[in-house]
Structure formats: structure tokens, C-alpha cells
């Protein structure tokens, strides 16, 4: 009886953390870890881990005893954060690891990477390192990345003469003099 009002409040759970979920393509995912300032060298490492622990689902709660949960994308367990306020290592809501937003998903999953490196996701351990990992050179985004930086100079001056070209084609009107 016990176990099915567990299972009864996981599906209930699962129905409300839904709302809010998405589930990313291969490809969407590259893009949002790259605009997220993710390396470019474990980027498939990544990639797996996140297939492996949440199927790109930024609503994946797994719950292991009443101490022990993961939340979100990346599966960050419960000592990264805290229920229904900031806390934890990371400083933040387990609730925001569990929406479409993954920019803080990514800040903490950094930190636990900078502290305890890929060893601390088992799934990675188990099912990534090693292994052929996922073809991410085919999205588009990883041929051309979304832009983080401003352009070379020499692009910058082209551009800015450019601007200056439509700005002074507007003020002497019609005439279209080129300088």
C-alpha cells in the first residue's frame, strides 16, 4: 500500500514538473550547452552524460530515498541544492533545476564538474567514458557556434563604415554618393 502512494505521488509529481519540461534534440542540446559557455572539448561528453542521466528531459526527477534525489538535465542530487529555497552547494532551488531554463542547471553542473570532475555521474562512469560518444559535428551549430564574442576588429570598422555609409545616405536624401 505504502509503494503505490509512492508511485501515486511520483506520477503526480512528474504531471506537474511537465508543465514547465522540455526535452531537447541532440542538436537543440549543443546549441544551449555551447550558449551556455560549455567547452567545445568535452562537449560530448556532456552530451551523453545528460542523454544517459536525464534523456534530455530538463524535468527528470529521480528519487532514491527521502535524502537522496536528482533534478533536472544533468541529474544534480540533492546536496547541490535545496527544496523550496537557494541553498546547497550551488546556492539554488532544487525546483530550478527542474525547469526549461538551463542556465543555472549548467553554472551548478559546471562547479560539480570543477569539484569532482565526470567521475561524479555514474551513468557517465559507466556508459560514456570510454565509449564511442554522440556525433554532435553534424548540427549546424557546432560547424558555427552562436555568437558569445563581438567580431574581429577588422570586421568591427567594416561594420561600423557601413553604418556610417546608411547614415549619410539618409541624411542627403535620395542621392546615393558613396564615400
Known amino acids: ?9 511520483i506520477f503526480v509529481v512528474s504531471l506537474f514538473l511537465n508543465t ?5 534534440t541532440r542538436c537543440q ?4 550547452l555551447l550558449k551556455n559557455n560549455f567547452s567545445r ?8 552524460l545528460i542523454e544517459q542521466e536525464s534523456d534530455r528531459n530538463t524535468s527528470a526527477l529521480v528519487v532514491k530515498s527521502s535524502r537522496r534525489k536528482y533534478y533536472g538535465l544533468f541529474q544534480i542530487g540533492s ?6 529555497r537557494k541553498g546547497g552547494k550551488c546556492d539554488i532551488s532544487c525546483e530550478a533545476l527542474l525547469d526549461e531554463d538551463i542556465k543555472d542547471d549548467g553554472n551548478c553542473a559546471l562547479k560539480v564538474f570543477e569539484l569532482e570532475g565526470f567521475k561524479y555521474w555514474p551513468k557517465w562512469v559507466a556508459r560514456c567514458k570510454g565509449q564511442l560518444l554522440p ?3 553534424k548540427c549546424p ?3 558555427n557556434p552562436p555568437s558569445r564574442a563581438s567580431p574581429p576588429r577588422d570586421k568591427r570598422t ?3 563604415r557601413g553604418k556610417r555609409h546608411i547614415t549619410r545616405r539618409v541624411r542627403r536624401g535620395r542621392r546615393s554618393v558613396r564615400y
Open 1 to 9: 500500500m505504502a509503494y503505490g502512494r509512492v508511485l501515486l505521488s
Open 20 to 24: 514547465e519540461a522540455k526535452i531537447y
Open 29 to 32: 542540446l549543443t546549441r544551449e
Open 41 to 48: 572539448t568535452f562537449l560530448s561528453n556532456w552530451v551523453c
Open 79 to 84: 546536496e547541490w541544492c535545496k527544496e523550496g
Open 135 to 137: 556525433d554532435i559535428e
Open 141 to 143: 551549430d557546432w560547424q
Open 158 to 160: 567594416a561594420m561600423a
